[in-house]
T-cell receptor, first 114, second 111 residues
Framework: AQTVTQSQPEMSVQEAETVTLSCTYDTSENNYYLFWYKQPPSRQMILVIRQEAYKQQNATENRFSVNFQKAAKSFSLKISDSQLGDTAMYFCAFMKPAGNQFYFGTGTSLTVIP | NAGVTQTPKFQVLKTGQSMTLQCAQDMNHEYMSWYRQDPGMGLRLIHYSVGAGITDQGEVPNGYNVSRSTTEDFPLRLLSAAPSQTSVYFC??????????FGDGTRLSIL
């Protein structure tokens, strides 16, 4: 079975600063996908960034980037130039291609302080 | 483009009542899933489907039934509601190796 661990239940960051959210996972699969989702107070689940395990290059999406360490099974999210709108719950997710099954971590609540 | 539509958005039930949470997607996605979200526990998979006529259990299936008679619809049934099923429920769909698209969620309270 796959497990996803987010060890930081809550974090805060000053506006315009950089913050890194941690995620580790456990799997015996060699091919898989990893995602970060954002859930603001509106409750919507919004895709932030995606990483394919077979790609060594770390994914980036504007102010969001990941540090993917396959051997260590680590997938952290870095948010640069934090904005007030980044305040949300962030979920790390692992996807096993067979059946498109997703496994989510317990989330990190991020607060951006003005 | 509606994406994934969940109804209702809010519901209050009494213990022992039954109800169906509706989920529909208009993206022709083959994969659909139901999750529940509880504080401190993230999203846990209840049931999922890899195509019309095919469903399987996830991590927390007890007390819930699903069916998938069409590609578009994936309803979740609570047969006899219990207070432990108070939660926020999300439906999601995806295709190929693409990210899941989520509905807006249903907040369900069982008294």
């Amino acid at each position: 079975a796959q497990t996803v661990t987010q060890s930081q239940p809550e974090m805060s960051v000053q506006e315009a600063e950089t913050v890194t959210l941690s995620c580790t996972y456990d799997t015996s699969e060699n091919n898989y996908y990893l995602f970060w989702y954002k859930q603001p107070p509106s409750r919507q689940m919004i895709l932030v960034i995606r990483q394919e395990a077979y790609k060594q290059q770390n994914a980036t999406e504007n102010r969001f980037s990941v540090n993917f360490q396959k051997a260590a099974k680590s997938f952290s999210l870095k948010i640069s130039d934090s904005q007030l709108g980044d305040t949300a719950m962030y979920f790390c997710a692992f996807m096993k291609p067979a059946g498109n099954q997703f496994y989510f971590g317990t989330g990190t609540s991020l607060t951006v302080i003005p | 483009n509606a994406g994934v539509t969940q109804t209702p958005k809010f519901q209050v039930l009494k213990t022992g009542q039954s109800m169906t949470l509706q989920c529909a997607q208009d993206m022709n996605h083959e994969y659909m899933s139901w999750y529940r979200q509880d504080p401190g526990m993230g999203l846990r998979l209840i049931h999922y489907s890899v195509g019309a006529g095919i469903t399987d259990q996830g991590e927390v299936p007890n007390g819930y039934n699903v069916s998938r008679s069409t590609t578009e619809d994936f309803p979740l049934r609570l047969l006899s509601a219990a207070p432990s099923q108070t939660s926020v429920y999300f439906c999601a769909s995806s295709s190929g190796y693409q990210p899941q698209h989520f509905g807006d969620g249903t907040r369900l309270s069982i008294l």
